[in-house]
Structures are given as C-alpha cells and as structure tokens.
C-alpha cells in the first residue's frame, strides 16, 4: 500500500487493491461503490475485472439489490449462491460469463467513523479450499484501509478547495487593489475621483487635489503618478507646512557652492530632482506670497534657477498641488496668488470626506487592520458590532484618523476581538480619566499646546504623550499641523511620537 501515500488521488492504491484481490485471492471483479453527492444512491467507483459498460451499470438506490442493502445498513451481506438469491440483480455481469457452479457474492461495508462510505464487493467462487471466515477477514481490513484513504483523501480536498478560494480571495484583493493603487473603496464618489485621476494620468496638465485633511491627498498623488507615463521617474513630495519661510527657495531650486554661508556643496532642489517625473506640493496654500510668485515663474517658464545660480535651469515636472484650503477664498483674501491659482486648477479632483462615504468605512477598516496586525505580529479581529460603531463616529480626521484609532485599538487592547464597547474608548471624543504618564490614550491639555512661529530648542522629553496626543486630535490626525500647534517641527514632533511605540 505503498502507492497510498505517493498519490494524492487515492484511486491507484484502491485500483492496486482490487487487482490484489482477484490475482492472490481469487476474489474475482472486485468493487468500490461510493455514495454520490445525494447521498441517496452509489455508484461503483473504483473496480478490476469489469468493463467501462459494467461500471457504468453499476449504479444503485438504497436498498437496491444487495449493495443497495449494504449503502442502506452498514451491514455485511453474503449472498452464498448468486443463482438462488432473490436479492441479486445480476445488473453488471452476464451469468454466462462467470465461471459454471456456484458464485457467492460479498459486500463488506465502507464505513468509517460510524458513518457508510461505500461498498466493497467481489465474487467468490464457493468451493474453494480456504475457509470463508479467512476471505471475510482480508475483505473487512481491505475495506477499513479503503475507508481511511478515502476519508483522508476528502479531507485532504476539503483542505485544497479551501486554500484554491482563499487563494483566488486574496489574489482577488490583491489585483483590485494594485490595479487601484492600494486606494480602498467603492462608494460612488471615490470611483469617481478614481476615473478622473485615470483620465487625466497621461497629460502633463497640472492637478490639484482638494479635500479635508486625511482624506488620501498624498495617496491620490501618488497613484497619479504611478498611473502616468512618469512613473519610472521620481515622485518628489515637499511639504509647504513644513518649511520655514527662509528656506522654501533653497527647497524648491536648490542652491549653488557658496550661495550662503554655509552652502557647502551644490544641491539641487525638489524641482531638479522630479526632474521627468511628479513634484507633489502637499498643503499648497500654506505657500508664502513670496515663494508663490517664484513658483508661478517657474511653471510658466518651466525653468528655475539656483539660489546663488546665473543659468537658468530646464526641468520637465508634472506638478500636482493639494490643500485642505479653500484656495477662492484665499484668492478673495488676497492670500493666494489668482494667476498661481489658475496655473494650478487646471484639474481639480475632490476627495470626498469619510463621512461622505461612510459606506467604504469597513473596507478601509479592515485594511488598515490587516495592516496593523502584520507590521506587529497581531491578530485582532472586528466583531460586525465594532464595524458598526466605527460606521457611525463621523471621522473628522477622515481616514488618518481611522486609521490611527484602529493602530491604537490593536496596540493596546487585551484581547483579540473586539466589540462596540472596545471601540469607544478608542473614539477621541471619550472622556477618560486623567493619569498623566500612564496611558497615552488619556488626554490632557497642557499648557504648551500654543501656536507658535518661533521654534526655538526644545529638549526630546518637552512633551507628554498627552499633549502630544490631544494635539493630534486637534489636527485631525494631521502631523505636521500637530506640530504647528505644539510649535514643533514634523520631525521633532514624529521623533516624540515614534517615542511612544506608534507608527502611522
Ligand atoms: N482610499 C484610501 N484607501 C486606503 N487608504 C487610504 C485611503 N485614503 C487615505 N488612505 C490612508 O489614509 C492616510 C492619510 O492619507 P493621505 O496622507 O493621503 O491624506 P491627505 O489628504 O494627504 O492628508 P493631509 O491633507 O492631512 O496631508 C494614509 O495612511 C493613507 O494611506
């Protein structure tokens, strides 16, 4: 039985078994009947010594004849004279064809864990030398070996069928989302936005993305350019929150050796280096007057020059800008250059909020689960009451903010699944109490949460994690505005916050 274990199809070991049967034993046209999907009738499955024709016969109801018995009780039958044997259907072999005198007829039961598989059965010629018990004794353990192989090989199908769809599942998931950029979701607004970005991926014409902040700016950003001709060339983000006033120029144009005090070597800007590719500008509208005019300049011209440089400079960028702003009304306030505007409206696409799509709330909850739990090893799950919950919160952050209360959620719940009531606690608007330096979800609001332009030093531990928290919710889960309310620079504030063991 050797060939048992080599095939995953248990037929050539069965097959084996019955061929064994008839050359050594002389149990002649053996055969295995198994229950089919109705589980009301059987048909003979495996045999040796039958024709294709006469396995095709072979096909039985309950009680049908004496396998028909068999499949109905689980019980052995004999039939020790074919001939005299009302039971006997003689459906298969013709009389003529089986040896003259006495034919018996045996069919041992399939059975395993109390439950009938099948019929194994076979012809004997009566008058034989070796008592029957002894034939009875090889049928019973031949059928209990039957039994095994065929429960493990159905096991052993379940097993693949299962893996075969959660294969096509994941491979499902993982096309849907590579094909959409990792951009989770299917409410009619965002597969609108979605359209708009492929339709517009080709040109060069600039883009802005419009949208509350953590509403995928970056991510849309991102997937245009993944979804242009440009995307084998760099994608450049600079972040106008982020820098200091003096140093936008030296950011965006780069500098010459010796420009400045300090200018130790050339370096080339964000312009130079998306040079062919996509220069994102995130948070536009906090771009100074000054810097918008130098910025119009250099799109209308498509060249720029180096601080501290004579020679102009061509780059070929593909701009794409995003503000949480409404850019018109900053227009209307003087605060935004109206040309730089137009230069940069070409194409707007509007990211609704979360609370516009509350719909994609489980798809985006579930994704950034998965995420969770695989960067930590974790495995939470979201009971439907959870998902519920988290339908309901309105989400100002929009999905930063999801995601950030999901990483919460894993990093410091106790147990694996969670329930509306876990995710409560999670919400920022819970009231919680106070406990300065034990948990970080515990807010406080400390006096050091002041908007400030000045940025002097300040020691890594200036910041509770409280404060540090509070200020992120007063941001909508937006970091670098965190840190403008903290009067910390991005990386200052990140350093403290990656301090507290959170990533995101
Ligand atoms: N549709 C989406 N599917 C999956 N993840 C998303 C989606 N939209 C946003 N995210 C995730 O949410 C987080 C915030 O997105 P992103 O940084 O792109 O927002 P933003 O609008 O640029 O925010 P801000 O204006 O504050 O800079 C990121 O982690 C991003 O991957």
Redesign the pocket.
């Known amino acids: 039985m050797a060939l048992a274990g080599r095939e995953l199809d248990p037929g050539p070991a069965l097959q084996e078994m019955l061929h064994l049967l008839s050359e050594l034993l002389g149990l002649n046209r053996g055969r295995i009947v198994l229950f089919d999907e109705t589980g009301e009738s059987g048909q003979i499955r495996y045999a040796y010594g039958l024709t294709r024709e006469e396995m095709a016969r072979g096909r039985y109801a309950l009680n049908e004849g004496i396998t028909g018995r068999v499949l109905a009780s689980g019980q052995l039958v004999i039939s020790q004279n074919i001939d005299n044997d009302p039971h006997f259907l003689g459906r298969m072999v013709e009389r003529r064809l089986l040896p003259e005198g006495p034919v018996s007829f045996i069919a041992q039961p399939i059975r395993v864990a109390q439950r009938t598989l099948g019929v194994l059965a076979c012809h004997r010629i009566r008058h034989r030398p070796r008592p029957l018990a002894d034939d009875l004794q090889i049928l019973k353990l031949l059928a209990a070996h039957a039994g095994q192989l065929l429960q493990l090989h159905a096991q052993m199908r379940e097993r693949t069928e299962s893996l075969q769809q959660q294969n096509r599942l994941l491979s499902r998931a993982l096309d849907a989302s590579a094909s959409r950029y990792?951009?989770?979701?299917n409410s009619p607004r965002?597969v609108q936005a979605i359209a708009e970005l492929e339709q517009v991926s080709d040109s060069t014409a600039s883009v802005l993305?419009l949208?509350?902040?953590?509403?995928?700016?970056?991510?849309?950003?991102?997937a245009l350019h993944l979804a242009s001709p440009r995307r084998e060339a760099p994608f450049i983000k600079v972040?106008c929150a982020a820098i200091p006033e003096t140093l936008f120029e030296s950011e965006l144009f780069g500098y010459e050796k010796g420009a400045f005090t300090g200018a130790q070597s050339l370096r080339q800007g964000s312009f130079e280096q998306a040079d062919g590719g996509t220069l994102f500008l995130?948070?536009i509208g906090e771009l100074p007057l000054a810097m918008q005019t130098k910025l119009l300049r250099a799109l209308q011209e498509g060249c720029i020059s180096r601080l501290g440089g004579k020679c102009e400079i061509r780059t070929d960028v593909r701009l794409v800008a995003?503000?949480?702003r409404n850019l018109e009304e900053e227009v209307a306030r003087g605060a935004f250059r109206q040309d730089l505007y137009y230069r940069l409206n070409v194409i707007p696409i509007r990211?609704p909020s979360l609370a516009q799509r509350s719909g994609?709330i489980p798809?985006?909850a579930l994704?950034?689960l998965n995420r969770v739990n695989q960067a930590n090893q974790r495995n939470v799950h979201l009971t439907a009451g959870a998902i519920e919950r988290l339908q309901q919160y309105p989400w100002p952050g929009?999905?930063?903010e999801?995601?950030n209360v999901i990483e919460r959620m894993v990093l410091l719940c106790d147990h694996p699944a969670l329930e509306a009531a876990d995710i409560e606690r999670f919400l920022p608007e819970a009231s919680l109490p106070l406990s300065p330096g034990a948990d970080p979800r515990v807010i406080d609001a400390g006096p050091e949460e002041t908007l400030s332009d000045v940025r002097p030093y300040v020691p890594a531990t200036s910041h509770s994690p409280e404060a540090l928290y509070r200020a992120l919710q007063r941001?909508?889960?937006?970091k670098?505005?965190a840190a403008q309310l903290l009067g910390l620079t991005p990386r200052q504030y990140s350093y403290r916050w990656n301090k507290l063991g959170l990533s995101?």
């Open positions: 990792g951009i989770v979701g965002l993305l949208g509350e902040s953590g509403t995928g700016k970056e991510l849309f950003a991102r972040n995130d948070e995003a503000t949480n990211l994609d798809a985006l994704h950034h929009n999905i930063r999801l995601g941001a909508g889960g937006n670098t505005r995101g």
